[in-house]
């Protein structure tokens, strides 16, 4: 081979390769557009704007994966299409499991995300997300067989009150989900939003206060209802909680049939 043929193979390997690791790169950044797109429908999954937020990040992942060869990635992104479309066709609401699906198919883009890194992906035809992927359309009976309950995460340091609370609101007919303290109640919202945070002040490490403050600063997070439940009965600080976007503020000890009263208020019930 002549040296200048050789130096032209060389060039346009290099490009290639350069080529992948950008779009490598612009698909983690997809992936993480998604996961926003999906936060804004889980968190109010009536919206058709939101569903159709989340819609629209597949079709250019879709499209952007036909554009540089990654067949499999197009093949993938229609599965998923395909699950909109069905919502659609059927006029489905985005119940609980139907976001499950939704949210397990962005958790294996992520899967793929790390395939192209090293160059080569493979769909893996028995992996469970997969499966219910492609046969959506022929189990909505246990797609549209679902029995809604609103999620509320309980976040407290004081394991007696999370017991307490956890059981008076279950009782309800709530589903909760108890944090020990803020750390892990903004862990927890990186991977699901609640349909109302009851929230308590007087915590080791970051207080109620600061962890409403990040609820309320973070586009991920602040349509999310919040409610103060707490020791703390000082006015300055009931109105501090409401100016910083808290809907409604509770004192301990408390009523259990006005705690519900109240966040049945909050949610609409």
Partial sequence: MAVGAETKINEETEVQRQMAQNYAQDFTNKVDKIKKAYMNLSTNPASPEFAAEVEICYQDIMGSGGTFGFHEITDYAALVLNVFKVVK???????SRVL??????????????????RGKITIDDSNVTIVKLRTFANDLVHYNSVSEKKKILLVDDD???LRLVEVVLKRSGFNVVTAKNGVDAISYLQTDLPSLILLDVAM??????????????????????VMMLTARSQKEEIIKAIQMGAQNYMIKPFDSKE???????????
Avoid: H
């Fill in 100 to 117: 499950e699906l939704i949210w397990q198919s962005i958790k294996y883009l992520e899967i793929i995300a790390l395939q192209l890194k």
């Fill in 159 to 161: 394991p007696d009150i």
């Fill in 89 to 95: 066709d059927n006029k489905m609401p985005y119940n």
């Fill in 259 to 269: 705690l519900i009263t109240r966040i049945k208020k909050i949610l609409g019930d």
């Fill in 204 to 225: 080791p490490g970051m207080n109620g206060f600061e962890v409403l403050s990040q609820l309320k600063s973070r586009e991920n997070f602040k349509a999310v209802p």
